[in-house]
């Protein structure tokens, strides 16, 4: 049974348009996760969130890109301004917490900016 | 920083061959993380298995064992009489925090292909 699922699946946008996507764990969670992966790339680390703030961060996590839990449950990575080489996949990870937990991965969505 | 190399690229092999995959990390921390992840066609990444880093014992799970050698940084994955199921990428992965924070940072992976 999956931990979280992720909508959309696929998305496809204009470039310079603004997208949402969504992170939907299926219980109680305390650490989020942003994951992307280039077509036949690695998995890259893009931010960490915990208790409503960010964590950590890389440096691919620009100004163009932001994260929030809205309603408490969802967990949304935001891209203002899309360009081409955000096309990928974007994964959310997330951590029950505790020094054995696990990341578990959701299901990612596919962005593609054309 | 940490680094995790997968050397190997793509691997074949015929159903029921042993294949041994190779991790080799980098990191200054004492304490840390190692994981595999398996991403089939489909596209998502499925959790393997997790290794402390003050655990060296190696684990077996079915016709998956893991071979973790501190002493070489390397963290290993065999897996015993392949399937065509096996065909995958899988990703070696290291954290060296528990907790918040523990950002998992990723080999580039290695493409698996059992062929009937």
């Known amino acids: 049974e999956p931990e979280v699922t992720q909508t959309p699946s696929h998305q496809v946008t204009q470039m310079g348009q603004e997208v949402i996507l969504r992170c939907v764990p299926i219980?109680?969670?305390?650490?989020f996760y942003w994951y992307r992966q280039i077509l036949g790339q690695k998995v890259e680390f893009l931010v960490s969130?915990?208790?409503?703030?960010?964590?950590?961060k890389s440096e691919i996590f620009d100004d163009q890109f932001s994260v929030e839990r809205p309603d408490g449950s969802n967990f949304t990575l935001k891209i203002r301004s899309t360009k081409l080489e955000d096309s990928a996949m974007y994964f959310c990870?997330?951590?029950?917490?505790?020094?054995?937990?696990?990341?578990?991965f959701g299901p990612g969505t596919r962005l593609t900016v054309l | 920083a940490q680094k995790v190399t997968q050397a190997q690229t793509e691997i074949s092999v015929v159903e029921k061959e042993d294949v041994t995959l190779d991790c080799v990390y980098e990191?200054?921390?004492?304490?840390?993380?190692l994981f595999w992840y398996k991403q089939p066609p489909s596209g998502e990444l499925v959790f393997l298995i997790r290794?402390?880093?003050?655990?060296?014992q190696n684990e077996i799970s079915g016709r998956y064992s893991w071979n973790f050698q501190k002493s070489t940084s390397s963290f290993n994955f065999t897996i015993t009489a392949s399937q065509v199921v096996d065909s995958a990428v899988y990703f070696c992965?290291?954290?060296?925090?528990?907790?918040?924070?523990?950002?998992?940072?990723f080999g580039k992976g290695i493409t698996l292909s059992v062929r009937p």
């Open positions: 990870a997330i951590q029950r917490g505790g020094l054995t937990d696990t990341q578990y």
């Open positions: 219980s109680n969670h305390l650490y």
């Open positions: 969130f915990y208790n409503n703030e960010i964590s950590e």
């Open positions: 990191t200054r921390d004492t304490t840390y993380y």
């Open positions: 290794r402390n880093s003050f655990d060296e």
């Open positions: 992965a290291l954290s060296v925090k528990a907790g918040a924070n523990s950002k998992l940072t």
